[in-house]
C-alpha cells in the first residue's frame, strides 16, 4: 500500500447556516458535505485527504445547530452529514462514501489486495457500529466503566495482532483505521476526563495506533480541538 502522501495544510472554509446560499448546485463541481464536529463526516474527509483530492473534492461545512434549510430540501432529504455530490447525483452513509471515494477516485488505494485482509476488514467494519453503540452507551452511565467497554477495546486491541506489517488494524494504514479513528479519538478524551478511564492503559497496540495515526497528515488535519469535542459531548449527556 502507497505511503501517506504529506499534505500541506489547508484553508477551511466556514461553516454554512440557515443563513447561508446554498452552492451552485450539480454544476460539475464534486462537494462533500460535512460537519466538522461529526464523527462520521471525519471519515469521508480523512478518505478524502489521504487520496490527495483536496483540488477535485470541494469541502461544503454545514453548521448542524443552525443548518441551512436548502441542505434537506435541495440536496440531501436525509439532512445529515456527511454526503458527496458527485456526477449529478448525491450519496450517504459515511462507510459508503469512505468506499466510494476509493473506488472513483485516483490517490493512494485504502483497501489491501490481500483477500485474507479484505475480509479481515469487512469483519471489522461491520463490528464498528456494535462499537461505537457500547462506548456511547457508557458515557452517560453512572458508576465505573462497564466490563462490556473493557470487552469492545481488548476486542480491538487484540485486532492488531491479526497481521504483523505495521501498526494499523490491518497491517497498513485503511479504510478500516479511518472508520474507527474518529470514534477512538472522542472516547479517548471523554473517558479520561469524565470516568477518569485511560482507554490505552494495558493496551500497547491500541497506544502505539493512536501515535502512529497522529503522524498521519490526512488524518491530524481533520482534527479539532479535543477540549471542544469534550465539552459538545458533555454537552450532549448533559454531564456538567
Given at each position: 500500500?502507497?505511503?501517506?502522501?504529506?499534505?500541506?495544510?489547508?484553508?477551511?472554509?466556514?461553516?454554512l447556516?440557515?443563513?447561508?446560499?446554498?452552492?451552485?448546485?450539480?454544476?460539475?463541481?464534486?462537494?462533500?458535505?460535512?460537519?466538522?464536529i461529526?464523527?462520521?463526516?471525519?471519515?469521508?474527509?480523512?478518505?478524502?485527504?489521504y487520496?490527495?483530492?483536496?483540488?477535485?473534492?470541494?469541502?461544503?461545512?454545514?453548521?448542524?445547530?443552525?443548518?441551512?434549510?436548502?441542505?434537506?430540501e435541495?440536496?440531501?432529504p436525509a439532512?445529515?452529514?456527511?454526503?458527496?455530490?458527485h456526477?449529478?447525483?448525491?450519496?450517504?452513509?459515511s462507510?459508503?462514501l469512505?468506499?466510494?471515494?476509493?473506488?472513483?477516485?485516483?490517490?493512494?488505494?485504502?483497501?489491501?489486495?490481500d483477500?485474507?485482509?479484505?475480509?479481515?476488514?469487512?469483519?471489522?467494519?461491520?463490528?464498528?457500529?456494535?462499537?461505537?453503540?457500547?462506548?456511547y452507551?457508557?458515557?452517560?452511565?453512572q458508576?465505573?466503566?462497564?466490563?462490556?467497554?473493557?470487552?469492545?477495546?481488548?476486542?480491538?486491541?487484540?485486532?492488531?495482532?491479526?497481521?504483523?506489517?505495521?501498526?494499523?488494524?490491518?497491517?497498513?494504514?485503511?479504510l478500516v483505521?479511518?472508520?474507527?479513528?474518529?470514534?477512538?479519538e472522542?472516547?479517548?478524551?471523554?473517558?479520561?476526563?469524565?470516568k477518569?478511564?485511560?482507554?490505552?492503559?494495558g493496551?500497547?497496540?491500541?497506544?502505539?495506533?493512536?501515535?502512529?495515526?497522529?503522524?498521519?497528515?490526512?488524518y491530524s488535519?481533520?482534527?479539532i480541538d479535543?477540549?471542544?469535542?469534550?465539552?459538545?459531548?458533555?454537552?450532549?449527556?448533559?454531564?456538567?
Amino acid at each position: 500500500m502507497a505511503a501517506a502522501p504529506t499534505l500541506s495544510m489547508e484553508a477551511l472554509p466556514p461553516s454554512l447556516t440557515s443563513a447561508s446560499e446554498p452552492p451552485a448546485i450539480f454544476d460539475g463541481t464534486t462537494r462533500l458535505y460535512i460537519a466538522y464536529i461529526c464523527p462520521y463526516a471525519q471519515r469521508t474527509w480523512i478518505a478524502r485527504n489521504y487520496k490527495g483530492l483536496q483540488e477535485k473534492i470541494d469541502l461544503v461545512p454545514i453548521d448542524l445547530q443552525n443548518r441551512p434549510a436548502w441542505y434537506k430540501e435541495k440536496i440531501y432529504p436525509a439532512n445529515k452529514v456527511p454526503s458527496l455530490e458527485h456526477n449529478n447525483e448525491v450519496r450517504g452513509e459515511s462507510l459508503d462514501l469512505v468506499k466510494y471515494i476509493d473506488s472513483h477516485f485516483e490517490g493512494p488505494a485504502l483497501m489491501p489486495d490481500d483477500p485474507a485482509k479484505q475480509q479481515f476488514a469487512e469483519e471489522l467494519l461491520l463490528y464498528s457500529d456494535s462499537f461505537n453503540m457500547v462506548m456511547y452507551k457508557a458515557m452517560p452511565a453512572q458508576g465505573d466503566v462497564s466490563d462490556q467497554v473493557d470487552v469492545a477495546l481488548n476486542k480491538i486491541e487484540d485486532a492488531f495482532s491479526k497481521f504483523n506489517d505495521g501498526p494499523f488494524l490491518l497491517g497498513q494504514f485503511s479504510l478500516v483505521d479511518i472508520a474507527y479513528a474518529p470514534f477512538i479519538e472522542r472516547f479517548q478524551t471523554f473517558f479520561l476526563d469524565v470516568k477518569n478511564y485511560d482507554i490505552t492503559k494495558g493496551r500497547p497496540n491500541l497506544s502505539s495506533w493512536i501515535e502512529e495515526l497522529n503522524k498521519i497528515d490526512a488524518y491530524s488535519q481533520t482534527r479539532i480541538d479535543p477540549q471542544e469535542l469534550l465539552a459538545a459531548t458533555k454537552k450532549r449527556f448533559g454531564i456538567a
